[in-house]
Each structure stands twice: as C-alpha cells, then as structure tokens.
C-alpha cells in the first residue's frame, strides 16, 4: 500500500462547479498536509497548507484534514476555467524530517 | 526573489552520455531536493540534501549522483543516461523544523534521452 492514494482520474467540470479532491494516507505519523497545484509544463506551487485537523479556507479554496480518517480534501468553489491544472496533495511528519510523500495528481478542467 | 531557478529547461542526451542539472536556490533554505515525474508515476524523490554538505538517497537513486556545492546550489548528474531517464527533473527546497514543513519547487528540467 502506497503512503499516499490519491485517484488520478481527470476530472472535467463546467465552470461554477465546485470542485471536490481528496487523498487518503497510511502513516499516521503525517502532521503537515499540502496540496499543489501545477499547470502544465510548469512545476508544482504550493496552494494550500494546513498543520493538523480542521478547515482551512482561503478565497475560493477550502482544505480540510481528518486525521482520524487520515484523509485529506480540496474543495474549490465556484471553479474557473483558470484553476484547470493538476493538483497534487503531499504530506509529511515535519519535526525536521520534511520529506514529502506525494499522491499521484488529479488533472481538473474546468469547461467555460 | 528568483525563488528556486533550474538549468536547462530542455535538454536531449543520447544513450551513454552524461550530464548536469543545475539548481540554486535564494531563499536561504537549507534543504533542497532533487526529483522526478513521469506519467503515472506522481513525484519521485531521487536524492536531498538536509543541510550544506549532506546528502542522501530517495526512492530513486539509481544513475544519478548528486553535489551540494554550497548553501544554495544542489546539482544532479546522469553519468551515463538511459532512456528510462527521461522525464521532467525538479528541484525544490525548503527550511525543516521551523514550522513551515512544505517545499518550493522550481520550473524543472525536461530531458529527452534517445
């Protein structure tokens, strides 16, 4: 079982949808949660970073962590056809040790 | 702040030969890290350096090797490149331990090994 699942399908929404992401994890070690969001041809940028459970939300972006589930989502509201990318959640037990495990990426595009 | 710069962009090698990916960094981060992405694949840590004068292997280490040459820079070479080494190559770095756990990728490198 890999660290990180995340599904890779893409995912094609019209623009105004809210789009829904979400990764699961095996190590109950992970503190640190992060997604990335990528364009392509471009490298990884951070989006959204959060420590711990709980919400996060910033602008049209919301990211919450179960760390009871050990799942992770991405929530983005009212979706524009400039959020398609690929995004990738990471996650990592932090104290120093800031290796990040990755999931594989899911490619959005979002339709005007 | 340039952030995390890579060199070359592109790069086409033919099987044997060898090559440098650069990467510096002016964020004054200590760590930094060298990976890869192939489709299907998500990211794979080759090799990363903890701190000025370490380094230590990933997931995939095999083929490259890797120099910190100083708080900013961290290279990657292929010795001898193989086909099974093309792929996209990004660098990235970060400051552990400070709270702030997550990573600053560069624009990567694209190789095509024929």
């Known amino acids: 079982q890999k660290e990180v699942e995340q599904d890779p399908g893409p995912l094609s929404v019209p623009e105004g949808a809210i789009v829904s992401l979400n990764c699961t994890y095996s190590n109950s070690a992970f503190q640190y949660f992060m997604w990335y969001r990528q364009y392509s041809r471009k490298g990884p940028e951070l989006l959204m970073y959060?420590?711990?459970?709980g919400n996060k939300e910033d602008g049209r972006f919301t990211a919450q962590v179960d760390k009871s589930s050990k799942y992770i989502s991405l929530f983005i509201r009212d979706s524009q056809p400039s959020d398609s990318a690929t995004y990738l959640c990471a996650m990592s037990e932090g104290y120093g040790n800031n290796r990040l495990a990755f999931g594989k990426g899911n490619q959005v595009v979002v339709i005007p | 702040n340039a952030g995390v710069t890579q060199t070359p962009k592109f790069q086409v090698l033919k099987t044997g030969q060898s090559m440098t990916l650069q990467c510096a960094q002016d964020m004054n981060h200590n760590s930094m890290y060298w990976y890869r992405q192939d489709p299907g694949m998500g990211l794979r840590l080759i090799y990363y350096?903890?701190?000025?004068?370490?380094?230590d292997k990933g997931e995939v280490p095999n083929g490259y090797n890797v120099s910190r040459l100083n708080k900013r820079e961290f290279s990657l070479r292929l010795e001898s490149a193989a086909p099974s080494q093309t792929s996209v190559y990004f660098c990235a770095s970060s400051i552990p331990g400070t709270g702030e756990e997550t990573q600053y990728f560069g624009p990567g490198t694209r190789l095509l090994v024929l």
């Open positions: 959060t420590y711990s459970s």
């Open positions: 350096s903890a701190s000025e004068g370490t380094t």
